[in-house]
Each structure stands twice: as C-alpha cells, then as structure tokens.
C-alpha cells in the first residue's frame, strides 16, 4: 500500500469523523467527551504489522480512542494535549445542546449561565458532536441530532463551520 499524501488524509477526515461518531454512538447518549488521535493506516500497519487483521487497509486514518478526558474544564484539558509526530490529526466527540439561532442569539455572556439556560429552553436539542483536524490543518464536524425516540437514530449533519472555536483548540494540540 502506498504511503498516504496529505491530499489523501484530508479526503478521508470526514470518513473518519463519522467513523468515530458511529464507534461513540453504539455505546448509547450521555458519554462524556472523548478524545481519538488520527493515525495514517498505512504507518499504524507498518510499525504493528499485527493489527492488519483488525485494521481497514483501505482507510488512510484509523481512529484511536485516548484515555478520558478529566471532568473539568474542557478547554483546559485540551491545552495540555501534545501530539507525537507519529499521530496525523486528533478527534474530540461530546455532547452539546443546539438552540434556535434566536435562542442562541439571547444566550448571556455568562458561561455557566448561559450553559444553564440552553439546558432549561423548551426548544433545545441534543446532540452529538465530532470535530476533527489533520496536523496539516484539514478539518471536518459531523453532529448527530438526538432523534426523540430511541427507535430512530437521529439526524446526521456534516459541515466544517458547525464548531469552529473548538476546532481551533485542537489545532493548537499541534502547536510547537
């Protein structure tokens, strides 16, 4: 197999943003926020030859899931996360509330006040959010929408722009 090109990894980040929310999904709602470090297949495979039972050959990034993270402040976490070379790009899944944008347009600058009344508001959903990056700064968001009923999976949406704040914070997990 020959070795990924940055071109392939970008390509294949949405892939694997969805992979990792599918992996989260099957474990059921209420997780707490999870890292995964994106590594190139083809390295992964020739380094633990071993694995190739395990692994997509065909996939240019296999997701890796990392230790939880600590309960407290996210962003504080996330600013003491390194990278090894080795690793291509990282994945951070949590869960979130969406409002309205004139709900969220209302929302205090108090943080914690602000988390409070997202959680209260009648019109408020759930949901499930991946943002990932490449070292090389690729950079992909899939969020699944809680569905009312467990009997449905709820709304899947790709789109780059749904977190960018938070896709900044892991880019900076690169930083040197």
Excluded at 67 to 85: K, Y
Excluded at 102 to 111: N, S
Excluded at 141 to 147: D, E, G, K, Q
């Amino acid at each position: 197999m020959p070795p990924e090109t940055p071109e392939d990894l970008a390509a294949a980040l949405t892939s694997a943003a969805r992979e990792i929310e599918e992996f989260v999904d099957a474990a059921g709602w209420d997780q707490p926020a999870q890292v995964f470090a994106l590594v190139s297949t083809g390295r992964l495979l020739a380094a633990e030859p071993g694995l190739a039972d395990q692994l997509d050959p065909n996939a240019p990034l296999t997701p890796i899931a990392q230790e939880a993270l600590p309960a407290e402040d996210l962003a504080e976490a996330l600013g003491r996360i390194e990278w090894p070379e080795q690793v291509s790009g990282c994945a951070l899944v949590q869960e979130i509330v969406v409002l309205p944008p004139e709900a969220e347009a209302e929302l205090p600058g108090d943080a914690e006040e602000a988390r409070q009344i997202a959680a209260e508001h009648p019109e408020r959903r759930e949901a499930r959010l991946v943002a990932a990056v490449l070292r090389d700064g690729g950079e992909a968001c899939v969020m699944r929408l809680r569905a009312p009923s467990a009997e449905s999976g709820g709304e899947v949406i790709q789109d780059p722009s749904l977190a960018p704040n938070l896709l900044t914070a892991l880019h900076a997990t690169f930083a040197e």
